[in-house]
């Protein structure tokens, strides 16, 4: 017999144990699959730690070599692992608002605007709502602009109770005012959940803001709506707490959520948050939702907001949230952040001359 003749001898033999042990295994994986089920209805703990000792005493005891006692161990608990991997992902519950439960987009529809069916989509307006001229001449400049969602905070959470703290009703009856006559739609924070009713007179869209985004009363009051809900990342929150906190509105029966990456609190001072770039594509991967980035409050200034607003739509952003004051150095809240009217017509001319972004009024629709 020739050398490669005898390797390729040996090599069939091991192919054939290869397939004997892939048996096995999958044998062993659908048993410990049992014990995971029997596991989960005792309420007993997966991992146990003192029968993998003892099969592992048990096992080396009648270890025929050559692999030592070591490696023997080693190739267990890596079986181990495995079938405790398993049993996890066995009774890992999918979300509603996972791409595995939902392979296509979740698409919202705002009026005549389509969020989420690859157009970018800009969301602007001031960051609180002070009179009703301020809000009528912003609404004209998105009108001109051809953006349709008009932002407002009428009921605004603040650092300290002190500051301005919203005009409540009043401004949301001047935010619907304005967007009515400008042709918008008008996306509002709505703090108290006992307040969401009264919300629906006024808004087209809740937006359920950072500081709010695991007050789950309020989210459970935002799934029992019938209009689309905007949920902003809180500033502390991991992706994954964003997509349990989407996971109570939609578990609700409301399927109209966008979610919004608006930066995360970090040791970082030149910005005043740390806008978490890769959310985006994580949040497109795992959710069906769309995705927006809030790219004034993320940075907090002004200089570097272009830059940032592509880096956001390149990343997969559905589109963009920003604040628009006619004087912001006058702002009651946000003063130094917020860009001005002109400011802002340029930044929409660098938008849809980049061609990420096209006019609203200019989209043929089906
Ligand atoms: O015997 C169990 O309790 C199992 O869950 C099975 C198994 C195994 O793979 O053998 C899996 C995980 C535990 O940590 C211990 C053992």
New binding site residues.
Partial sequence: MSMSEELNKLRAQIDEVNGELLTLLSR?AEL?KQ??DV?VAQGVN????V??RD?LDMIVASNPGPFDNDTIRHLFKQ??KA??DL?QQDHQKVLLVSRKRQPEDTVVAIGDTVVGAGEKTIVAGPCSVETEEQVMKVAQSLSEQGVSLLRGGAFKPRTSPYDFQGLGETGLAILRRAADAYGLKVISEIVNPSDMEMAARYVDVVQIGARNMQNFELLKAAGDLNLPVFLKRGMSATVEEFLFAAEYIVSRGNSQVILCERGIRTYEKWTRNTLDISAVPLLKQESHLPVFVDITHSIGRRDIQIPIAKAALAAGADGLMLEVHPDPAVALSDANQQIDIPQFESFMDQMYSSGLVQREDKLVRS
């Fill in positions: 062993r410990t014990i995971g596991k997966r991992f146990d730690p029968r993998e099969m079986i181990f079938s405790l049993q």
